[in-house]
């Protein structure tokens, strides 16, 4: 039985390991075997930590036997390359920190180990996350395990693949516009982008600080909750982490969701949504009904239409800032023919970045410059607020907003590349609980001629809970589950 | 045609840049003491600035900020904030530095300063909060003469508060003096060491000049690189001397950054206006705004020690002199040292505050300054030298042996009645001893006494000193001169 023991989830993993059906080594060595069949084909990793994996599941083993261990105790996982891992090379995607060796361990990090998890090995992903389908990273692109021609989304496009196409059980992602859910949604697998300052971002390579937060991606609801619970709660390392102590999120799984208020905004159904995907969200909210919940479908949020620019100007503007360290004067990549430093910071930047964050850089580094900084970055965030209003308004009245994760399925590689809005576009549906700073997760509700179509499930502040509850409810009313590619 | 030359006003603030005594740097746990350290020994992944670390802000900087803006005379913003100031440059880690940008902790405030005799304040804009760069040290290598240059990040990160002053000073001397009182204040309450020649204490002038009674500033002139107070007068003087040169040969003065150079004194051109750099200031999104509530001034407030200007005015009613008074209160630890001893004394108040005053000006001041000590550190204790100053009051030792035993105590350790006793100096105040003394000194000097004879009144005193000699100043000079003369006939 130890061939197939990667299709299992990672809490049925934990049952098996627990009962001591198998060991970590072995449930390990057969996501090793997997990764060596498929990786050629789906390119989920930058960096791939077998040996490492293998040392670690020995000593999960050794939990187990001591009556120690977690639901996460050997379990393999993948995690996203921008989650510092000392000793690990830490890349971001990037050319610029293709070298890149951390002294030091993220907190997310820090908390899988404490758990006694497994890591395979660091995903690939957009380079500093800034991309929605993987194309932009300087160690190639990232394939969808449901049809290699497809992306897999962005910029966690490495950690969902890899889920979906069993090269870990589950994976960390981040988010800062939509880089869990959409590639989830495209993947055919769950993902969850928390509360800003529900999981400490010490150790993540910052991309938009105020947006930025890690996540899981798992195949099935019970996986999301067992992570967040591992990598949530405060951290002092954190100023914006919330100090208020982690609910228990198993506790919301399994529950009725009789009476659960549900908003269906009507601005996330635009034009131009793929037929498709409008009939299986139609579908979930039926399926809502069935399940007792109520159901608004006449709910407005008239701001949404502004999120996309909001987010288009905060995000690179503090980009433009975050990415300022990377000189090659400390460490990374550095050019040093030039005849000055100046030349040679400059050059460093010139080869080290791809063209996406230098795009992003130009257009927070213009949002930001004296004469511009009250049109662009400060309306924005004033927008924002009137985003975040919008939203606790809703929320008096709604426990839970359902809305497409994407207005598309997985699209061709190479077929958005050049044409940066239409990339853009691909997050509409997830870059305003972002902005707000919300927690939303995404799960498969079905396929769209063969392709995986994704649900989104938005909470109000630190309401996890509540959002995990609905979509386990969902999930287990829902024909998708646990369905897993051919590859 | 006739020159006539204009009468200028100059104006002139100063920009101060003071690090903070903090155990731990601004926005991680290293140690901000980083003297004497070897290069790169006191650095984390947070003032390395590594891709993906966090600032946690150090709560002991905030309250010397608000501490030091208490102190200052200055409002504490209820409502505050950190902000990015974007620049590139090899001693920022992280290619911006988080300082403050339009809600400083504290503002409209005010310092006075005394010159010639006369009060002035000078206003105070702003104090705010902002991390230290890594230090960069250019070298040449001898072999192939080509320039590198090194970083030392053990400064990266450690609190730095800026302070700007208003346009408000008129005169070099005015800005010295404003620099001077500064200075005092921030040891005072002790946030930082405030030592320009160490580097913790730095400034840059911006000074102009215009017609008297116009209405407008001139073009402003930014002045750099002054290591010393004697510095920045020099360099302000230099500079305004220069730019009346200029006015009155009817050029117009540049708006500029110009370094002060202490071997030609002089300041030369480092960059002009249209350079300037544009910082895309914007709020640092990894920290919190701070509030000040109430409360919180209250409990910062309370632990301000008395502020030099009004121990000055305190000591003054004590009977002291001027001098006295503004020279005691200095330093903290001097005025300290001095209250100690004055309060140690059992002579009453007036007395007590003289003779405290003398001994804290002569040989504790004596002492500080030949070791180049604060006087904090001298061994010995302000109630020890109340003892010894009381041996003398009471006539057990005379003045001179005071000395001695002072000298004796800083040596050894050794308390005053201790050294007194054993090394027999108690004073020989008459009766036999000091009579045979005498009569030995009168037998012994035969010229002297001859002189006296012969009406040299001043001879006594040649006698006087002989005796004083052969008692090791034991002796009460008065005393002395009366038995000599009474043996003389
Ligand atoms: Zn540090």
């Given at each position: ?487 | ?8 006003e100059t104006i002139i603030g100063l920009e101060v840049h003071t690090q903070l005594t903090t155990r731990s740097k601004m926005f991680c746990a290293c140690s901000a003491d980083y003297s004497g350290a ?70 409209d405030g005010w310092l006075e300063i005394t010159v010639g005799g006369e009060h002035k304040r000078v206003g105070i804009t702003r104090v705010h909060m902002e991390e230290d760069t890594a230090r960069l ?251 010894l100053i009381q041996l003398a009051e009471d006539g057990t030792i005379t003045g001179t042996v005071a000395k001695q035993v002072f000298d004796t105590m800083l040596e050894s350790g050794r308390g005053a ?73």
């Open positions: 039985m130890t061939a197939e023991l990667w299709r299992l989830t990672a809490h049925e993993a934990h049952e098996g390991l627990r009962d001591r059906q198998f060991t970590s080594v072995e449930l390990t060595e057969s996501v090793l075997a997997r990764i060596k069949s498929v990786e050629p084909r789906v390119n989920a990793f930058i960096t791939q930590t077998a040996e490492l994996a293998i040392e670690q599941a020995k000593e999960a083993d050794a939990k187990y036997e001591a009556g120690a261990a977690t639901p996460l105790t050997g379990i393999p996982v993948g995690v996203k390359d921008l989650i510092v891992t000392k000793g690990v090379r830490t890349t971001a995607g990037s050319k610029i920190l293709e070298n890149f060796v951390p002294p030091y361990d993220s907190h997310v990090y820090e908390q899988l180990r404490r758990a006694g998890a497994v890591m395979v090995g660091k995903t690939n992903m957009d380079e500093f996350a800034m991309g929605s389908s993987t194309e932009h990273s300087a160690f190639g692109s990232t394939r969808n395990p449901w049809d290699l021609d497809l992306v897999p989304g962005g910029s966690s496009g490495g950690s969902a693949a890899a889920v979906a196409a069993g090269e870990c059980l589950v994976a960390l992602g981040s988010d800062t516009g939509g880089s869990i859910r959409q590639p989830a949604s495209l993947c055919g697998v769950a993902g969850m982008d928390p509360t800003y300052g529900r999981v400490s971002r010490y150790g993540i390579v910052a991309f938009g600080s105020s947006l930025d937060q890690v996540g899981p991606i798992g195949r099935d609801v019970e996986d999301l909750a067992t992570m967040l619970d591992c990598i949530g709660g405060h951290d002092e390392r954190d100023s914006t982490s919330n100090p208020e102590p982690m609910p228990d999120l198993r506790h919301y799984l399994g529950r009725e969701i009789e009476g659960l208020r549900v908003g269906v905004p009507k601005e996330y159904f635009m034009q131009g949504m793929e037929p498709g995907v409008t009939t299986r969200i139609t579908e979930t909210l039926a399926l809502l009904e069935d399940l007792g919940a109520v159901v608004d479908r006449e709910l407005s949020l008239p701001s949404t239409e502004h999120a996309l620019a909001v987010y288009y100007l905060i995000a690179p503007s503090e980009a433009s800032a975050n990415l300022a360290r990377y000189d090659g004067v400390k460490y990374g990549y550095s050019y040093q023919d030039g005849s000055s430093m100046w030349e040679n910071m400059e050059t460093t930047r010139g080869h080290g970045f791809g063209p996406e964050v230098k795009r992003r850089i130009m257009i927070g580094t213009y949002a930001l410059s004296a004469g511009y900084y009250d049109a662009y970055y400060k309306k924005a965030q004033q927008v924002r607020t009137l985003i975040h209003q919008e939203f606790q308004e809703a929320f008096k009245r709604y426990d839970v907003l359902v809305t497409p994760t994407t207005p598309n399925v997985a699209f061709p590689v190479g077929a958005k590349l050049d044409d940066p809005y239409q990339m853009y576009l691909n997050d509409i549906h997830t870059l305003p609980a972002a902005v707000a700073g919300l927690p939303a997760l995404s799960i498969p509700c079905g396929d769209s001629d063969g392709l995986p179509v994704g649900v989104q499930l938005i909470g109000d502040f630190f309401q996890e809970g509540k959002v995990l509850q609905a979509a386990h409810a969902l999930e287990r009313g829902m024909p998708w589950a646990n369905r897993l590619p051919q590859l | 045609m006739t020159a006539v030359a204009t009468a200028y070897g290069p790169n020994t006191h650095v984390c992944p947070v003032c390395l600035g590594l891709p993906g670390v966090l600032p946690v802000i150090n709560e002991r900087a905030i309250e010397s900020i608000v501490m030091t803006g208490l102190a200052l005379n200055c409002q504490i913003a209820p409502f505050s904030k950190f902000d990015r100031k974007n620049y590139p440059y090899p001693d920022l880690m992280k290619g911006y530095q988080i300082s403050q940008y339009d809600l400083p902790v504290c503002h040290l250019h070298r040449v290598d001898a072999s192939t003469g080509e320039g590198y240059t090194l970083v030392d990040v053990n400064r990266s990160g450690t609190p730095l508060m800026e302070i700007v002053s208003e346009p408000d000073m008129r005169t070099p001397a005015e800005a010295r003096e404003y620099l001077v009182r500064l200075r005092q204040i921030l040891r005072y309450i002790g946030v930082s060491r405030a030592n320009m020649e160490e580097g913790n204490f730095r400034c840059d002038a911006n000074v102009s000049l215009r017609p008297v009674d116009a209405p407008e500033y001139g073009a402003k002139v930014e002045i750099k690189n002054m290591n010393s107070f004697r510095a920045v007068h020099d360099a302000l003087a230099f500079e305004v001397e220069r730019q009346a040169r200029l006015l009155n040969a009817g050029e117009r003065i540049v708006q500029e950054t110009r370094g002060w150079v202490d071997e030609s004194q002089e300041t030369v051109s480092q960059r002009t206006k249209e350079e300037a750099s544009d910082y895309r200031y914007f709020p640092e999104p990894d920290l919190p705004p701070m509030r000040f509530n109430e409360a919180y001034l209250e409990r910062i407030r309370e632990r301000i020690p008395e502020l030099p200007e009004a121990r000055y005015r305190r000591f003054l009613e004590l009977g002291l002199s001027d001098y006295e008074a503004s020279t005691l209160t200095e330093s903290r630890d001097r005025a300290d040292y001095y209250e100690a001893v004055m309060h140690a004394l059992n002579v009453d108040r007036q007395r007590a505050a003289k003779l405290a005053a003398n001994w804290t000006l002569g040989s504790v001041a004596e002492w500080a300054n030949a070791t180049g000590n604060d006087v904090a550190s001298i061994p010995v204790s302000a109630e020890r030298l109340a003892e009645r201790d050294i007194v006793e054993a090394d027999g100096l108690a004073q020989v105040s008459g009766g036999d001893e000091l009579t045979e003394i005498v009569r030995k000194v009168i037998s012994e000097n035969e010229k002297a006494v001859g002189d006296y004879r012969a009406g040299k009144e001043s001879a006594v005193k040649f006698l006087v000193g002989q005796v004083m000699k052969a008692t090791r100043g034991r002796a009460n000079p008065q005393v002395v001169q009366e038995l000599l003369v009474e043996e003389l006939g």
